[in-house]
C-alpha cells in the first residue's frame, strides 16, 4: 500500500507540471508574461513543444531590454530557441542563433554540437558527420554526439550502418539499456533474430523485472522457431503473464500460440507439455478478457482456441 502511494506521488507531481507549463504556455503567448518560467519549465521537463517554444523565445531575444536582464541565461536561451527553429525547420532562425553561440563561445564542444544538429537538419548528413568526427577526436567517450551518428545512419536508411554504430556505442556504454533495446529492435528489423535475442537476453539479466523485455524476447524466439526455442519463448510468455498480474493479453496469446506449435512439432510425444496446465488457464483468461472488454470478438477468439486444440 505504501509503495502504491509512493509511486502515485511522482505521477500526480508530473501532471500537475504538465498542467502548469500549459497555463504559462498560454499567459506567455497571450502577452501575459511568465515567458521565461514557461520556457525554464519546458527545458525542466523536456518538453518537446518546438512552436511554442520558439515563438515565445524569439520575443524574447528580439527584445533586447529583455535579453539583457537575463544576462548570462540568455545563451541558454539561444541555445534552446535554435533547437526549436530546427524542430520547426526555421533554419534561418536557428543558424542566426548557432551563429551568436559561435561569436560567443569558439572552440566549444556544445556549439559544435549545435553545428552539427544544424547540418541534420538541412540533410545535408557528410557535413554533420565531420562536425562530430572533430568532436569525437577531441571527447571519444561523447555519448551524445555518438548518439546522433546513430540516427544519421537511421536517417539516411542504412540500418547496417546503424548497427555499427551501435555496438560501437555499447563498447563504451554498456549499461544503456535503451541502446541495447534500440539495438534489438534493429536486429529485428534486420530479421537478425539471434542477435537480438542476445541483446534482450542482457537487458533480461540487467533488468529482471520489466515485463516488456521478457514479451519481447519470447517473441523473438517464437519466431526463430524449433522446439527448443519455442519452449523458452513460453516460458518468457508465462513469466509476463507473471510480471503483470495476468493482464498482458498479447503473453496470453503468446501462450497458446507457443503451446499449439510445440504440440504440432512434437505431435503429442513431449509429456510435460500435455500434462501443463498453463495452456488451459491462458486460454480461459484470454476467453475471460474479451468477454469483459470486447464481448462481440468472443466467438473469434472461442473459434481459434478450438482450432489450437485447448478449448
Known amino acids: 500500500m505504501a509503495a502504491a502511494t509512493a509511486a502515485a506521488v511522482p505521477a500526480a507531481t508530473a501532471a500537475e507540471e504538465e498542467a502548469r507549463l500549459l497555463r504559462l504556455e498560454d499567459q506567455a503567448e497571450h502577452g501575459g508574461g511568465g515567458a521565461w518560467e514557461y520556457l525554464c519549465l519546458a527545458r525542466r521537463l523536456r518538453a518537446r513543444r518546438p512552436a511554442h517554444v ?23 536561451l539561444y541555445e534552446q530557441v535554435a533547437v526549436a527553429a530546427m524542430d520547426c525547420q526555421r533554419l534561418d532562425v536557428a543558424k542566426d542563433c548557432v551563429g551568436v553561440l559561435s561569436k560567443q563561445f569558439p572552440g566549444s564542444s556544445r556549439v559544435a554540437r549545435l553545428e552539427g544538429l544544424l547540418f541534420e537538419a538541412k540533410g545535408e548528413w557528410a557535413e554533420a558527420e565531420r562536425a562530430y568526427a572533430l568532436i569525437l577526436e577531441n571527447n571519444p567517450f561523447d555519448q551524445i554526439v555518438h548518439k546522433r551518428k546513430i540516427a544519421i545512419a537511421k536517417a539516411q536508411g542504412d540500418m547496417s550502418l546503424a548497427v555499427d554504430y551501435l555496438n560501437k556505442y555499447l563498447e563504451l556504454f554498456m549499461a544503456d539499456h535503451d541502446a541495447w533495446r534500440e539495438l534489438a529492435e534493429t536486429y ?102 474479451y468477454k469483459q472488454h470486447a464481448p462481440s470478438k468472443v466467438p473469434l477468439i472461442s473459434s481459434m482456441l478450438k482450432n489450437m486444440k485447448l478449448s
Open 188 to 289: 529485428v528489423s534486420l530479421q537478425m533474430y539471434k542477435q537480438a535475442a542476445f541483446c534482450y537476453e542482457e537487458l533480461i539479466l540487467a533488468h529482471p523485472t520489466i515485463p516488456l523485455y521478457h514479451i519481447a524476447y519470447a517473441e523473438v524466439l517464437y519466431t526463430m522457431g524449433g522446439l527448443e526455442n519455442l519452449q523458452t519463448a513460453k516460458k518468457y510468455y508465462a513469466s509476463t503473464i507473471q510480471l503483470t498480474g495476468g493482464k498482458n493479453t498479447r503473453a496470453l496469446f503468446g501462450v497458446c500460440l507457443c503451446t499449439s506449435a510445440i504440440n504440432q512439432l512434437t505431435k503429442g510425444r513431449n509429456k510435460e507439455e500435455e500434462g501443463s496446465e498453463l495452456q488451459s488457464l491462458a486460454a480461459e483468461a484470454l476467453l475471460k478478457n
Open 54 to 76: 520558439l515563438r515565445v523565445g524569439l520575443s524574447i531575444l528580439n527584445d533586447a531590454s529583455a535579453r539583457s536582464r537575463l544576462a548570462s541565461e540568455q545563451w541558454t
